[in-house]
């Protein structure tokens, strides 16, 4: 965590509510995002994504696996953040592993919506390859090389990229097999399909310093912070998930106008990260 003295805290706020915030950022602006994809060839699909000097990587590994009893007409999805302590000297020990947790769960939530999947930016039906006998397991691995604020953004901005790369084999399953037996199932090594996105949303944090919220908090702007609200939006510009951090209470009408703004904010950052995704498959196909 970043120590500011009485007179940085001052600077940096006073900056904030006039608009200039110390790197020369409106309260609305992110830094500038880099993405790689491809970075993991053992994956079915991996990106990079550097949000100023947050970088971290994502990648996806889908296994066949069998439905749950609960839930037999899906597939399932389970997301681990690991926050490496060179990243940050307080991830080393308890705090890291509290963090991660904390990390994987608002992501989980980002992604899979509620318990009904209501808000879900996966479609589990289509991971299933027959009902209540095979299905696709995604499991998206994340983690935090570098950081300097924004954590939640630059990992989720890193998901949709990783599962915008990711390719899943086509999958041929024998018709005739007794209720209490599993399958035959032939996995192709030449046929894949690409992994749909259209759905998956991105997270914009809202950080609350002073009298006035920003987008893209540095880590020194978060040390000075009094809360932050994360919200999923998906491309229709629909609510996925919504999660808060710090202990200072936010009234209402207050939250609205946080949601009304990152979905004005979430439109021109899906735009962003689709182009730069875009440029970086190109380049990974030259390659």
Not at 191 to 204: C, K, L, N, R, W
Request: hydrophobic share 35%; net charge negative.
């Amino acid at each position: 965590m970043v120590a500011c003295s009485v007179g940085e805290q001052h600077f940096l706020k006073g900056g904030i509510a006039q608009e200039l915030r110390t790197d020369g950022r409106k309260r609305l602006d992110y830094r500038s995002i880099d993405v790689e994809t491809g970075v993991i060839p053992q994956a079915n699909g991996s990106a990079r994504v550097r949000i100023g000097g947050t970088d971290v990587i994502a990648s996806v590994k889908a296994e066949i696996g069998r439905p749950s009893s609960l839930r037999p007409d899906k597939g399932k999805v389970a997301v681990f953040i690991d926050c490496s302590p060179t990243a940050e000297p307080t991830f080393g020990g308890r705090g890291g592993e509290e963090l991660s947790s904390e990390l994987a769960l608002a992501l989980q939530r980002c992604l899979l919506g509620g318990k009904s999947g209501a808000g879900a930016g996966i479609n589990l039906s289509s991971l299933l390859i027959k009902e209540g006998k095979v299905c696709w397991d995604l499991y998206i691995d994340g983690l935090v090389i570098s950081s300097d604020g924004n954590l939640l953004d630059a990992l989720s901005a890193a998901i949709k990229a990783a599962l915008t790369n990711t390719a899943i084999p086509k999958v041929q399953v024998s018709d005739e097999v007794a209720d209490d037996e599993q399958p035959e199932i032939d996995i192709s090594d030449e046929e894949y399909q690409q992994f749909d996105t259209s759905s998956v949303p991105v997270i914009v944090t809202l950080t609350k310093v002073g009298n006035h919220y920003i987008v893209d908090a540095t880590e020194e702007e978060e040390s000075q912070m009094s809360s932050a609200v994360s919200i999923s939006v998906n491309r229709a510009g629909h609510i996925c998930g919504l999660t808060k951090r710090g202990g200072c209470g936010l009234d209402p009408s207050v939250i609205l106008d946080m949601i009304s703004v990152a979905k004005h904010v979430s439109e021109t950052l899906m735009n962003k990260l689709d182009s730069k995704i875009s440029a970086a498959e190109a380049c990974e196909d030259e390659s």
